[in-house]
T-cell receptor, first 117, second 112 residues
Framework: GAVVSQHPSWVICKSGTSVKIECRSLDFQATTMFWYRQFPKQSLMLMATSNEGSKATYEQGVEKDKFLINHASLTLSTLTVTSAHPEDSSFYIC?????????????FGPGTRLTVL | KQEVTQIPAALSVPEGENLVLNCSFT??????LQWFRQDPGKGLTSLLL?????REQTSGRLNASLDKSSGRSTLYIAASQPGDSATYLC???????????FGQGTRLTINP
């Protein structure tokens, strides 16, 4: 099946620094990717939809200036957490829909654990 | 606003038992419903996808049903094994917005 990778798998940073997380579709192209965050023992919450060649669409309550998304190519989307604070510590997961489109299954990356000290 | 609820939040059963996980959603305007498995600290693995026009899907020991009109889905696991221990998430794909809304998950433990 299709594979989505994320890098890094975990990162620890100091408060106030910026962190970039990469999401790659390894064997297929994805014009759309999705970014989720998951707090401990909670479910996934969609943060934004990343669109290749255009601006990302952010969910209500998600600060677009804090969570910068760049869909640089058909296989790569990046999420940059700017000026990270301890409350940004979370598990960030990306996904990409199958070639049959968004209405088909989505393939999820393994996630990135961010810890802000 | 679509809301997805999963019951129970946690379930612990002995190996070999058959079990049912429940998922309900408030808005029937969905494209499909998916069941995922998540192991601790890991990403999601898709288990079954049911299109809105379908009633059920089966894969091995797993069977998922969908009753769109009542806003309910169940995931049936037959002959449970310790390797089935994980968190099971259901998610609906909203029509129009084309985004997934997840339930809180059911944390399943199968005891040897």
């Amino acid at each position: 099946g299709a594979v989505v990778s994320q890098h890094p798998s975990w990162v620890i940073c100091k408060s106030g620094t910026s962190v970039k997380i990469e999401c790659r579709s390894l064997d297929f192209q994805a014009t759309t990717m999705f970014w989720y965050r998951q707090f401990p023992k909670q479910s996934l919450m969609l943060m934004a939809t990343s669109n290749e060649g255009s601006k990302a669409t952010y969910e209500q309550g998600v600060e677009k200036d804090k969570f910068l998304i760049n869909h640089a190519s058909l296989t790569l989307s990046t999420l940059t957490v700017t000026s990270a604070h301890p409350e940004d510590s979370s598990f960030y997961i990306c996904s990409a829909p199958s070639l049959r489109g968004v209405a088909d299954t989505q393939y999820f990356g393994p996630g990135t654990r961010l810890t802000v000290l | 606003k679509q809301e997805v609820t999963q019951i129970p939040a946690a379930l612990s059963v002995p190996e070999g038992e058959n079990l049912v996980l429940n998922c309900s959603f408030t808005d029937s305007a969905i494209y499909n419903l998916q069941w995922f498995r998540q192991d601790p600290g890991k990403g999601l693995t898709s288990l079954l996808l049911i299109q809105s026009s379908q009633r059920e899907q089966t894969s091995g020991r797993l069977n998922a049903s969908l009753d769109k009109s009542s806003g309910r889905s169940t995931l049936y696991i037959a002959a449970s094994q310790p390797g089935d221990s994980a968190t099971y998430l259901c998610a609906v794909l909203i029509q129009g917005a084309q985004k997934l809304v997840f339930g809180q998950g059911t944390r399943l433990t199968i005891n040897p």
